[in-house]
T-cell receptor
Framework: GQQLNQSPQSMFIQEGEDVSMNCTSS?????WLWYKQDPGEGPVLLIA?????ELTSNGRLTAQFGITRKDSFLNISASIPSDVGIYFC??????????????FGTGTLLAVQP | ETGVTQTPRHLVMGMTNKKSLKCEQH?????MYWYKQSAKKPLELMFV???????ENNSVPSRFSPECPNSSHLFLHLHTLQPEDSALYLC?????????????FGPGTRLTVT
């Protein structure tokens, strides 16, 4: 079945550092999504990407939809303590008549040292 | 209330109990989802409802029984669960079950089966 490989599994950084994480897939996707999950809460949508090559920003976050449609990356610039959490990528492949099914990565745990 | 809400937030139940999880979305969406999130595993899609009709059941055991009385409400009825069913149960909604992929999650119900 479809799998998303997300790396790194965890990151421990100092406040102010930039962060980069990525997802790769064996299949192509039409949409890439990035979510953040705080402890005890549900995932919150950060960025949605709809076109190969698309680069989208949301504040200090920047994500790109890989040109091959099989990968995506998320960058966080100038990290702050509230960036702590688990970041998930998710890919969506819509093909006629199919349900809106997301495939999720295994997550990247980010810890930020003040 | 805004977004997607879930109740209860925490639930402890014995293996012989019957309980229900409730989800409500205030986004005007017409597709709703149940996911299971266990430690160190990707999010597992359980059920998909579109316009109150179940369109996907991902080989979920019959001890989990979903109900979608209208496009704003989704329930997950639980009975004779096993300890391995302990997990975070997340509800999500989207604009359209065949849309671009964006799903919005509730905060989850942390379920412990004793």
């Amino acid at each position: 079945g479809q799998q998303l490989n997300q790396s790194p599994q965890s990151m421990f950084i100092q406040e102010g550092e930039d962060v980069s994480m990525n997802c790769t897939s064996s299949s192509i996707f039409n949409t890439w999504l990035w979510y953040k999950q705080d402890p005890g809460e549900g995932p919150v949508l950060l960025i949605a990407l709809y076109k190969a090559g698309e680069l989208t920003s949301n504040g200090r976050l920047t994500a790109q939809f890989g040109i091959t449609r099989k990968d995506s990356f998320l960058n966080i610039s100038a990290s702050i303590p509230s960036d702590v959490g688990i970041y998930f990528c998710a890919g969506h492949l819509h093909y006629g008549g199919a349900t809106n099914k997301l495939i999720f990565g295994t997550g990247t745990l980010l810890a930020v040292q003040p | 209330e805004t977004g997607v809400t879930q109740t209860p937030r925490h639930l402890v139940m014995g293996m012989t109990n019957k309980k229900s999880l409730k989800c409500e979305q205030h986004l005007g969406h017409n597709a709703m989802y149940w996911y299971k999130q266990s430690a160190k595993k990707p999010l597992e899609l359980m059920f998909v409802y579109s316009l109150e009709e179940r369109v996907e059941n991902n080989s979920v055991p019959s001890r989990f029984s979903p109900e979608c009385p209208n496009s704003s409400h989704l329930f997950l009825h639980l009975h004779t669960l096993q300890p391995e069913d302990s997990a975070l149960y997340l509800c999500a909604s989207s604009q359209d079950q065949r849309g671009a992929g964006e799903q919005y999650f509730g905060p989850g119900t942390r379920l412990t089966v004793t």
